[in-house]
T-cell receptor, first 115, second 107 residues
Framework: DAGITQSPRHKVTETGTPVTLRCHQT?????MYWYRQDPGHGLRLIHY???????DKGEVSDGYSVSRSKTEDFLLTLESATSSQTSVYFC??????????????FGEGSRLTVL | AQRVTQPEKLLSVFKGAPVELKCNYS??????LFWYVQYSRQRLQLLLR??SRESIKGFTADLNKGETSFHLKKPFAQEEDSAMYYC?????????FGSGTKLNVKP
């Protein structure tokens, strides 16, 4: 599992509340990613990080923010959750070296329901 | 803009039949392409990548730059191949995934 853990694994919240999902890795990988998985859309990149305090937007970043103050933790925050953000969220790390090499290892996913 | 398209949401075949999961991409440079698989109750995991030109669990995929395709093939499907399959493209460390194809292998 490449030492990736996500928390919480399941969360139910109400519209308008803030939510933070945590991704923790134990293997000191530089690149970390947040995806959401939705039927018919597959996996869509929300944000990614290429180092401590270095982050960039993905395909569907609106309504999400991220932070990476330590190599091992990558936090995804929904400032004010909406029902459209009900989804399964996956964290991933990229292993290997070089510009265009490397395999992604995924966490187990965090199922978020926004009522 | 880079994009990965998987036209089939669901593919059902009988055990022992050949299977082909389609993937088309749009990319301006030399693509790095992958197939990932998600078995029931398991994490998403790498199945194969085009630069390795390997066969994993009997699956192969060939990059066709002329047709901008990276279809996944297996000559004889097994029930344990039933899973969700995603084609993915690496664009300078941003990995983009297709919408996925659910493969159902019937006994």
């Amino acid at each position: 599992d490449a030492g990736i853990t996500q928390s919480p694994r399941h969360k139910v919240t109400e519209t308008g509340t803030p939510v933070t999902l945590r991704c923790h890795q134990t293997e000191n990988h530089r690149y970390m990613y947040w995806y959401r998985q939705d039927p018919g859309h597959g996996l869509r990149l929300i944000h990614y990080s290429y180092g401590v305090k270095d982050t960039d937007k993905g395909e569907v970043s609106d309504g999400y923010s991220v932070s990476r103050s330590k190599t091992e933790d990558f936090l995804l925050t929904l400032e004010s959750a909406t029902s459209s953000q009900t989804s399964v969220y996956f964290c991933a790390i990229r292993a290997g070296t070089g510009i265009n090499t490397g395999e992604l290892f995924f966490g187990e996913g965090s199922r978020l329901t926004v009522l | 803009a880079q994009r990965v398209t998987q036209p089939e949401k669901l593919l059902s075949v009988f055990k022992g039949a050949p299977v082909e999961l389609k993937c088309n991409y749009s990319y301006s440079g030399s693509p790095e392409l992958f197939w990932y698989v998600q078995y029931s109750r398991q994490r998403l995991q790498l199945l194969l990548r085009h630069i390795s030109r390997e066969s994993i669990k009997g699956f192969t995929a060939d990059l066709n730059k002329g047709e901008t395709s990276f279809h996944l093939k297996k000559p004889f499907a097994q029930e344990e191949d039933s899973a969700m399959y995603y084609c993915a493209l690496n664009n300078f460390n941003k990995f983009y995934f297709g919408s996925g194809t659910k493969l159902n292998v019937k006994p």
